[in-house]
């Protein structure tokens, strides 16, 4: 979710908003703005729900996190401390004790 969050920001910032203000286009700012705030609610609601079967998270991790979203680049910064968290071998973004990792 951090890097959806973090790519929909780029293309916002790199792309729709230099067209609007640059190139006097602003079609694309409202649908690059609506896929953003998706992606942004979607990234703090998931981080709550995923956090805590991390290891050595608590509401310091899930404060980091959330300030990450409301910084250019944050969630890519978050994005690989999240990695380092993740237990070895595990490919998914979620990892519940007592299910498989499903």
């Known amino acids: 979710m951090a ?3 973090g790519i929909t920001t780029l293309a916002l910032f790199l792309v729709a908003m230099p067209l609007k203000y640059l190139a ?9 703005g ?7 609610i979607a990234y703090v609601v998931a981080m709550p729900l ?3 079967t991390r290891r ?4 310091l991790g899930w ?3 959330l300030i990450a979203a409301f910084l250019p680049f944050g969630t890519f ?9 993740r237990p070895r071998g595990s490919r998914g973004a ?7 990792g499903r």
């Open 94 to 100: 979620i990892s519940r004790p007592g299910r498989g």
């Open 34 to 40: 609506w896929i953003h705030g998706i992606a942004f």
């Open 24 to 32: 006097g286009w602003p079609a694309l700012v409202p649908p690059f």
């Open 50 to 52: 995923a956090l805590p």
């Open 3 to 5: 890097l959806v969050e």
């Open 63 to 65: 404060l980091r996190t």
């Open 77 to 85: 910064i978050s994005e690989s401390w999240l990695r380092r968290l």
């Open 56 to 59: 050595g998270v608590g509401l």
